[in-house]
């Protein structure tokens, strides 16, 4: 099985910051990453898929990139609805995974 | 415009079944991979099952292979996940959740549309 290894597990920002969101893969899954933001007692959100395209309808000051084992998630100017929790998820092969989970907070 | 509902989720003993189900609108279901996540009290998304689009290949985690059936009614636009034999831990949120391309053979794939989700309970 391949394991998704993110971190940091808890970020603190302000408003306005550009923050960065690693996840790691246990071996090559070449560009098979997405991105979902999540909020407490919602669905999860598509953010990014093929680690750097945006899903329609999301800012761009999303932005994904990397390949192979590394992967990063920026938001280039931290706004107040995006503090939540970030996942990426794997869909190189079966089964799916999921990384741990980044939650985002208020400084 | 795309809507995925959930239902069935409730309370059920250790050992019994329930049937989750999951209603599509808005597209025609087996064009896509369907997909079955779960997520635990407090805890973060986990891939439960998939069915893949046009063909009836399925694949299941680990932790549920043997106890769950996925399935898909073409004429009702609808997903199931039979889940029989539950245990404490199955206990979480279900997420019905569409896959991105809709490639006739897609199985594995990103997740594009969600579902509000089902509570599913395994309590004594």
């Known amino acids: 099985d391949i394991q998704m290894t993110q971190s940091p597990s808890t970020l603190s920002a302000s408003v306005g910051d550009r923050v960065t969101i690693t996840c790691r893969a246990s071996q090559s899954i070449s560009r098979w990453l997405a991105w979902y933001q999540q909020k407490p007692g919602k669905a999860p959100k598509f953010l990014i898929y093929?680690?750097?395209s945006l899903e329609s309808g999301v800012p761009s000051t999303f932005s994904g990139s990397g390949s192979g084992t590394e992967f990063t998630l920026t938001i280039s100017s931290l706004q107040p609805d995006d503090f939540a929790t970030y996942y990426c998820q794997q869909y190189n092969s079966f089964p799916l995974t999921f990384g741990g989970g980044t939650k985002v907070e208020i400084k | 415009e795309v809507q995925l509902v959930e239902s069935g989720g409730g309370l059920v003993k250790p050992g019994g079944s329930l049937r989750l189900s999951c209603e599509a609108s808005g597209f025609t279901l087996s064009s896509y991979s369907m997909n079955w996540v779960r997520q635990a009290p407090g805890k973060g998304l986990e891939w439960v099952s998939s069915f893949s689009s046009t063909w009836s290949y399925t694949y299941y985690a680990d932790s549920v292979r043997g106890r769950f059936t996925i399935s898909r009614d073409n004429a009702r636009n609808s997903l199931y996940l039979q889940m029989n034999s539950l245990r404490a831990e199955d206990t979480a949120v279900y997420f019905c959740a569409r896959g991105r391309i809709a490639v006739a053979g897609t199985a594995s794939d990103s997740f594009d549309y969600w579902g509000l989700g089902t509570l599913v309970t395994v309590s004594s």
């Open positions: 093929e680690a750097s």
